[in-house]
C-alpha cells in the first residue's frame, strides 16, 4: 500500500472512529495537504462521521488563543455540510444551540436580544462552551501570528480532545518553523498531544491523480506529463490544469496532436515559471525560449555550459524541441495570464495545416513502404492505397511523386485508377497556378508521363492567377523579389483596378503596396511591362487625388505623384 493510501485509510479511520483523537499531516508547502484533507473527509459519508459538526480553522495571521477559539466556534458547520462554508445561517444556528444547551445560564444574557443582535460580541466571547463533539481541523500551524505560541495551541488542541470529546487534525509544514525555541515546544508537546503523525509525500503520480480527478485525453495527457517532469507540487498540477481549461474550448474540435502539444507545453513552462525550486531538472524559462530555440539551428553563440547540456537532455528525454507559434502563445499565456485568443487561433491553423500536411506525408510514404519492403504478393493492396488517398491529401502530393505513383498504377494496369488520379489532382490543386508550369519547376524535366504532361500543359494554358492584385504587391515588398507570374498579373491591370485596390487597403499596408509599384519604375533596366505597371499606379493614385482635396494633397506630398 502507497503512503498516500495509507494516510487516507488513516484519516477514514479517524473520523469514524468513537475515541476522539489527533492526527497530524505534515508536508512541505504546495505538495497538497490542505486539498487531500478537502477531498478524502467529503469523500467520506455523512452518517458514518461519528461527530456532528465540522470546524476547518486557518491559523495564518491568529494573534491569540481567544482569536483561535473564536474561529473555531464561528466555522463550525453540520457534518452532513461539510461542502458549505460558514455563513450567517450557520452561525445563527450554532449561537441558538448555545443558548439552548446552557440554558440558565445564558438567560440573562440573551433576554434583552435576539439571537444576532447587540450582544453577538458577548454571545461569542464564549464559544469554546459549545464546541464538542465535533472534527476540527487546524491548518497553518507554521503561519500563525506571532503572538500565538505553540506552547498554548498544542493547549488547545488538547483541551479539544481530552474535554470536549473533539477530533483534532492538525496540518502544517514543520519544515518552515525555524525558530529554535518554537522547534523546541513543538517536540516537547507534540509528542503528547498527537497520536498519530504522518508525512505528506506524494510521488509525482500520486500527487496528479490527487490534483486532477477528471477523467478524459486532457486530464490523461496532464497527469503523464506532470508525471515526466516529475512535479509532485498539487497547486502547480491545478495551475496548469486550469490553464489547459481555459485553452481548451479554442482546441475542442481540432486534431488530438494540438491537444497533446498544448498539454505538454503548458505543464513545461508553468513548471519553469513557478516550480524550479523544486525541479531542478527543468530548464529556466529564457534557456527553453532562447537557447533551446536557437540551438536548433546551431546558432548558439558560445558552447553550452555543463548545466545546460543536462537541460538539453531533459527536453529531449520530454519531447521538447523548440517554440513553433502555438508555443510561444501559450508562454505568453502562461506568463501573463491573460490569453490572447487571435494569436492563439492563428497560431492553432498554422499548426493544424503542419500536423495535416505532415499526416499526409506519411501516409504517401506508407504507400511506397507497402510495395517496395518486401516481396509480398499484394499488388491489389498497393492499388487500393493509391486509391484510397483523400483530396486533402493529394495537396502535399508533389508533381514528381504524382508522375511516380502513376507509372506505378499504369506498370499494374490500372490505367484507368491512374487518370482518374491526375483528374482529381488538377482539382484539388486548381488554384496553384505554379503547379502546373513544369518549365519553372527545376524538376519538371523528370515528369515522364505524357498524360500528366499534357494536362498539366492544358490547365497551365487556362489558368488564370486568381491571387488578389493587393497582396502579391505584399509579398513584393515583404520579400524584395517578384516572378514572372507577378509582373503577369499586375500588368493586366487597368487604372481603375488599381484604384480599387489602392482603396481596399489602410495602414502601413498601403504604403507598402504604393512603394513596392512605384518602385518598378526606378530599376535600371526595368522591362517594358515594370514600366507600365509604375505609370498605371501612378495615373490611378492622381485619380484619387481628384476624390478630395486632402487625398490630392497625401499623393503630391507622400508618393511625390503631381497630375501632368
Known amino acids: 500500500m502507497s503512503n498516500i493510501a495509507i494516510i487516507k485509510t488513516a484519516i477514514h479511520e479517524f473520523l469514524t472512529s468513537a475515541e476522539a483523537q489527533v492526527i497530524c499531516l505534515r508536508g512541505r508547502w504546495g505538495v497538497g495537504k490542505t486539498y487531500f484533507w478537502d477531498r478524502t473527509i467529503k469523500e467520506v459519508a455523512a452518517h458514518e462521521i461519528r461527530r456532528k459538526h465540522y470546524s476547518y480553522v486557518s491559523l495564518f495571521g491568529i494573534n491569540s488563543i481567544e482569536e483561535l477559539r473564536r474561529r473555531v466556534f464561528q466555522s463550525a458547520v453540520d457534518v452532513a455540510m461539510i461542502d458549505a462554508s460558514p455563513s450567517i445561517e450557520s452561525l445563527t444556528k450554532n449561537t441558538a444551540a448555545f443558548s439552548k444547551q446552557f440554558g440558565r445560564l445564558s438567560t440573562g444574557w440573551f433576554a434583552k436580544t435576539p439571537v444576532i443582535g447587540e450582544y453577538i460580541e458577548s454571545v461569542i466571547a464564549l464559544p469554546f462552551l459549545a464546541v464538542r463533539k465535533s472534527v476540527v481541523c487546524i491548518d497553518d500551524v507554521e503561519r500563525r501570528g506571532v503572538d500565538l505560541n505553540i506552547r498554548d495551541l498544542m493547549g488547545v488542541i488538547s483541551e479539544l480532545k481530552e474535554r470536549r470529546d473533539c477530533c483534532v487534525a492538525i496540518i502544517m509544514n514543520d519544515d518552515a518553523i525555524r525558530d ?63 490553464a489547459l481549461q481555459r485553452v481548451s474550448p479554442l482546441i475542442a474540435n481540432q486534431d488530438q496532436l494540438i491537444l497533446q502539444q498544448a498539454a505538454q507545453s503548458l505543464c513545461l513552462f508553468v513548471a519553469s515559471l513557478y516550480g524550479r525550486n523544486d525541479l531542478p531538472n527543468v530548464p529556466p524559462i529564457e534557456f527553453i525560449r532562447n537557447t533551446r530555440s536557437l540551438s536548433q539551428w546551431g546558432f548558439e553563440d558560445d558552447k ?106 499504369k506498370s499494374f494496369g490500372a490505367a484507368e485508377k ?127 487625388g481628384h476624390t478630395a482635396r486632402i487625398n490630392k494633397v497625401r499623393v503630391e506630398s507622400m508618393y511625390k505623384v503631381n497630375e501632368v
Open 180 to 242: 529554535d525555541a518554537e522547534k523546541f515546544d513543538l517536540a516537547q508537546y507534540f509528542e503528547k498531544v498527537v497520536d498519530e503523525s504522518f508525512r505528506f509525500e506524494p510521488t509525482p503520480d500520486e500527487a496528479a491523480k490527487i490534483a486532477i480527478a477528471n477523467t478524459g485525453l486532457a486530464a490523461d495527457l496532464v497527469r503523464k506529463y506532470c508525471c515526466e517532469l516529475g512535479i509532485s507540487n498539487i497547486r502547480i498540477i491545478r495551475k496548469i490544469w486550469r
Open 304 to 409: 553550452p555550459t555543463d548545466e545546460q547540456k543536462a537541460w538539453s537532455a531533459s527536453l529531449d528525454r520530454y519531447g521538447f524541441r523548440y517554440l513553433d507559434a502555438f508555443d510561444k502563445a501559450l508562454l505568453e499565456f502562461a506568463q501573463q495570464s491573460r490569453l490572447d485568443v487571435a494569436s492563439v487561433e492563428a497560431a492553432i491553423k498554422e499548426l493544424s495545416a503542419k500536423i495535416a500536411e505532415s499526416k499526409s506525408q506519411k501516409k504517401i510514404q506508407a504507400i511506397w513502404n507497402l510495395y517496395g519492403n518486401s516481396f509480398d504478393e499484394n499488388e491489389s493492396e498497393v492499388i487500393s492505397e493509391i486509391v484510397s488517398l483523400k483530396n486533402d491529401d493529394l495537396k502535399y502530393l508533389s508533381a514528381g511523386n504524382l508522375n511516380s505513383i502513376v507509372d506505378l498504377l
Open 418 to 544: 491512374a487518370t482518374d488520379l491526375i483528374s482529381r489532382y488538377l482539382t484539388v490543386r486548381s488554384n496553384e497556378p505554379e503547379v502546373f508550369n513544369l518549365t519553372k519547376n527545376p524538376f519538371g524535366d523528370r515528369i515522364t508521363d505524357q498524360e500528366i504532361r499534357a494536362a498539366f500543359a492544358a490547365k497551365n494554358i487556362h489558368m488564370k492567377d486568381e491571387r488578389l492584385p493587393g497582396e502579391v504587391l505584399l509579398k513584393i515588398a515583404r520579400d524584395h523579389g517578384w516572378n514572372p507570374e507577378d509582373i503577369a498579373l499586375l500588368r493586366s491591370l487597368s487604372v481603375d483596378e488599381f484604384v480599387e485596390v489602392l482603396r481596399t487597403y489602410k495602414g502601413p499596408d498601403l504604403s507598402r503596396i504604393i512603394r513596392a509599384a512605384l518602385d518598378f519604375g526606378r530599376i535600371q533596366g526595368a522591362s517594358d511591362d515594370m514600366l507600365a505597371i509604375t505609370k498605371s499606379v501612378r495615373e490611378a493614385l492622381v485619380k484619387i
